[in-house]
């Protein structure tokens, strides 16, 4: 059996330190922000959340480019892999478009959820400005993917801590006004995002341009056939991530209910978890692209030594991390909590919670690398359309337990078995091997060119 754990971490590490900078971004913002108004603090949250949402699904579309490239470089056809990162162009140019055309309308709807108003102002800002700046981060998906997927995740690296930088110096100077800059509050922490996001496109549409991706016409051709032929795969991943994404938001406001400090001791617990989620999908995103790279080359025998080594080493993180959540819990929880009358029952619930972040971790770790396996397979239909069909059992489940026992430990207990049964459900539809018979790739016609190194 091949050993595939040295590539795998040589691919993840980068992985890793990038998924990770996405945190690190959220929270120099939070930091800034909390320096100018509570209220821009709050309309973040909402705000932030609501954005995410709506770019997932864009995200996770275009950049399943990579898993297209991924594939096309393990066959050795150069080309293709240029024609599959255009895929991901040409869907990021027509879903900026569209989220620019829905930015305002949709932005309208914070002025009726009841907020106060200068908060509803600032979320309604906030969200306009990164909705309409949507172009910039998906094109930077799109080809962060067609990097990945010739196995350059080094550069991903780079370009993101580069934009992170970006954003810290742009945020410190637009939001409190700075260095001679305006001070705009949270308009300006949105425009400091989008800004980086441009750097970050620009940059990568830079290192496309070097690799002769602008250059080829046949290449940049508008092939619909192809590219709808892409949308019937890609699309399905950007359903699943915005739909994970809505069942656990929904799981939060559920939460809420119960009380401030349920809901408190809760969100602390998702951000501190973040420290484990992270690196496992990274190295879930390195191992799909080790999946790309085999089965465009035609061994798809190899790949379930590929998913089985994977797991095996991002099982070893998570029993790390679940050791660490279950001991030091109280200790994590406080570093959050503050210091005002409710922090000490915001410690006792997030200590509650964080044993069943800790349980749920061990059974995460093929969620995360078993998702990410099938969906460089292909199998991305299958993966979208079951996943939400458990979600909304959670949720009817989630429903019930509410309006019966309402507690807090009720509640996690249903979140974790959720993790559990998804984390079963991915294991049996890969050991069924139904992903074997999805076609990523048509079959080449002729002899490829080979990639240059």
């Known amino acids: 059996m091949t050993n595939h754990v040295p590539r795998l971490l040589k691919l993840a590490g980068p992985m890793i330190l990038s998924t990770s900078a996405i945190t690190l971004m959220q929270i120099i913002d939070a930091i800034v922000l909390s320096r100018h108004s ?22 996770g579309t275009s950049g399943y480019a990579g898993t297209f490239v991924a594939h096309n470089f393990g066959r050795g056809d150069a080309p293709g892999v240029r024609r599959s990162a255009w895929l991901g162009i040409h869907t990021s140019l027509a879903s900026g478009v569209a989220a620019l055309a829905v930015a305002w309308p949709l932005a309208q709807l914070f002025l009726l959820a009841g907020h106060a108003p200068r908060v509803a102002r600032d979320e309604t800002a906030y969200f306009l400005i990164c909705m309409a700046g949507s172009f910039f981060p998906v094109l930077g998906s799109a080809l962060a993917g067609w990097l990945s997927g010739i196995g350059r995740p080094v550069i991903v690296t780079a370009v993101t801590f580069l934009s992170f930088v970006v954003n810290a110096l742009l945020a410190w100077g637009l939001v409190l006004g700075e260095w001679g800059f305006p001070q705009l509050g949270i308009a300006g922490a949105a425009l400091a995002t989008v800004a980086a996001q441009a750097v970050a496109a620009l940059l990568y549409a830079a290192i496309f341009a070097r690799g002769g991706g602008f250059s080829d016409p046949r290449s940049r051709s508008f092939d619909w056939p192809e590219l709808r032929r892409f949308l019937t795969l890609a699309m399905p991943m ?31 617990a998702f951000r501190i978890n973040g420290l484990a989620f992270f690196p496992a999908l990274g190295l879930g995103q390195a191992a799909g692209i080790l999946v790309g790279h085999a089965r465009g080359a035609g061994k798809d025998d190899e790949v379930p030594a590929i998913a089985t080594q994977s797991l095996l080493v991002c099982e070893v993180w998570m029993v790390v991390m679940a050791v660490l959540f279950a001991t030091a819990s109280a200790p994590l929880i406080s570093l959050f909590a503050g210091s005002g009358p409710e922090s000490a029952r915001i410690v006792e619930a997030g200590s509650l919670i964080m044993k069943f972040v800790a349980f749920y971790c061990l059974f995460d770790a093929a969620n995360v690398m078993i998702g990410c396996v099938l969906s460089s397979a292909g199998d991305t239909r299958w993966v979208a359309r079951t996943f939400l069909l458990s979600s909304a059992g959670f949720l009817v489940a989630l429903w019930l337990v509410d309006a019966t026992s309402r507690s807090l430990a009720s509640e996690w207990t249903l979140a974790t078995f959720f993790v559990f049964v998804t984390a079963v459900i991915w294991s049996l539809r890969f050991r069924c091997g139904a992903w074997r018979k999805v076609r990523v790739l048509h079959e080449p016609e002729l002899p490829q060119n080979s990639l240059p190194v």
Do not use: D, H, K
């Open 238 to 268: 950007g359903v699943r991530i915005s739909g994970e994404l809505v069942a656990w938001t929904l799981f939060l406001v559920v939460v809420g209910r119960l009380g401030t400090v349920e809901l408190a001791a809760s969100s602390i």
């Open 38 to 59: 509570s209220e821009a603090v709050a309309a973040i949250g909402p705000s932030g959340l609501a954005v995410i949402l709506f770019q997932g699904f864009l995200f």
